[in-house]
């Protein structure tokens, strides 16, 4: 599986936008997915989190109801949508698929797939 992310850019605090993941290689539909994201200088942290069907998300306290993800299986694709962005959401955003859907959202070593990383740069 190749997850590639877009969607990344320059914004204003305040603002908003959309991260996609597009999946290839195989259907993702049975996998949950996810966005982890990496400030500079600082370790990678869970974002959030999507169950295989969509039923379940889950999310980091400090993006819980700025941030909404979502899923296209029929696309093989995952989406985030930011808004009200803050300057601390500045990092490089990945996208992830777990393919056994552990439920181990916030655990790095539960994810077995990883897109490149899209920045994203909220400024004052």
């Known amino acids: 599986v190749q997850l590639q992310a877009s969607g990344g850019g320059l914004v204003q605090a305040g603002g908003s936008l959309r991260l996609s993941c597009g999946a290839s290689?195989?259907?993702?539909?049975?996998?949950?997915m996810g966005w982890f994201r990496q400030a500079p200088g600082k370790e990678r942290e869970f974002v959030a989190g999507?169950?295989?069907?969509?039923?379940?998300?889950y999310y980091a306290n400090s993006v819980k109801g700025r941030f909404t993800i979502s899923r296209d299986n029929a696309k093989n694709t995952v989406n985030l949508q930011m808004n009200s962005l803050k300057e601390e959401d500045t990092a490089v955003y990945y996208c992830?698929?777990?393919?056994?859907?552990?439920?181990?959202?916030?655990?790095?070593?539960?994810?077995?797939?990883w897109g490149q990383g899209t920045l994203v740069t909220v400024s004052s």
């Open positions: 999507i169950s295989w069907n969509g039923g379940s998300t």
């Open positions: 992830a698929a777990d393919r056994y859907g552990s439920g181990w959202y916030g655990l790095e070593s539960a994810w077995d797939y």
């Open positions: 290689g195989r259907t993702v539909s049975s996998y949950a």
